[in-house]
Antibody, heavy 116, light 107 residues
Framework: QVQLVQSGAEVKKPGASVKVSCKASGYTFSTYAFSWVRQAPGQGLEWMGWIGVYNGITNYAQHLQGRVTMTTDTSTSTAYMELRSLRSNDTAVYYC?????????WGQGTLVTVSS | DIQMTQSPSSLSASVGDRVTLTCRASQSISSYLNWYQQKPGKAPRLLIYAASTLQSGVPSRFSGSESGTEFTLTISSLQPEDFATYYCQQSYITPRTFGQGTKVEIK
């Protein structure tokens, strides 16, 4: 069965970086893209960007351009999302999702807390 | 960016009620519209994709429809496990924007 398992919760200081991983299993990793979605406390869902595993093409939300990098490692079937220059309003649960136009499988979420 | 507007933002309903949630796109998105259900502390779950196709394993009481840029999610007979927040999302173009959500609460 398809599973996406994310790395554990992180606490970071403002200005630091965080890298969240998402390990996939149960399907051929290279045949799907990934999207990353975040959810601030008590708020809705925000799409952060997309990466095509087969060709490495990325597409980031404009307001995150320059701070976010999405990558994949086909040898370990893992997707990564790195966010730099963290601010307090980056505090959120970060989700990876398998993307085929629809997000049919999601990771369990990773809480990233940015606090001094 | 395409704006997705959901209405209402919340509603109270009883078990057995028929419930209709609406999502309007700011421009044409063809049928590239997905619906998700999210319960507190959990990841979203895909219910409907391509406006009206039921995701595998989702109960048939959920259905989706479209009329132009207006999309609806209908729950034919609300069950206790359906109390949650529902989000629409367009997958026509990036950024893949979500609506702000509709919270379905117990009356």
């Amino acid at each position: 069965q398809v599973q996406l398992v994310q790395s554990g919760a992180e606490v970071k200081k403002p200005g630091a970086s965080v890298k969240v991983s998402c390990k996939a299993s149960g399907y051929t990793f290279s045949t799907y893209a990934f999207s990353w979605v975040r959810q601030a406390p008590g708020q809705g869902l925000e799409w952060m960007g997309w990466i095509g595993v087969y060709n490495g093409i990325t597409n980031y939300a404009q307001h995150l351009q320059g701070r976010v990098t999405m990558t994949t490692d086909t040898s370990t079937s893992t997707a990564y999302m790195e966010l730099r220059s963290l601010r307090s309003n980056d505090t959120a649960v970060y989700y990876c999702a398998r993307d085929s136009g629809k997000f049919d499988y999601w990771g369990q979420g990773t809480l990233v807390t940015v606090s001094s | 960016d395409i704006q997705m507007t959901q209405s209402p933002s919340s509603l109270s309903a009883s078990v057995g009620d028929r419930v209709t949630l609406t999502c309007r796109a700011s421009q044409s998105i063809s049928s590239y519209l997905n619906w998700y259900q999210q319960k507190p502390g959990k990841a979203p779950r895909l219910l409907i994709y391509a406006a009206s196709t039921l995701q595998s394993g989702v109960p048939s009481r959920f259905s989706g429809s479209e009329s132009g840029t207006e999309f609806t999610l209908t729950i034919s007979s609300l069950q206790p496990e359906d109390f949650a927040t529902y989000y629409c999302q367009q997958s026509y173009i990036t950024p893949r924007t979500f609506g702000q959500g509709t919270k379905v609460e117990i009356k």
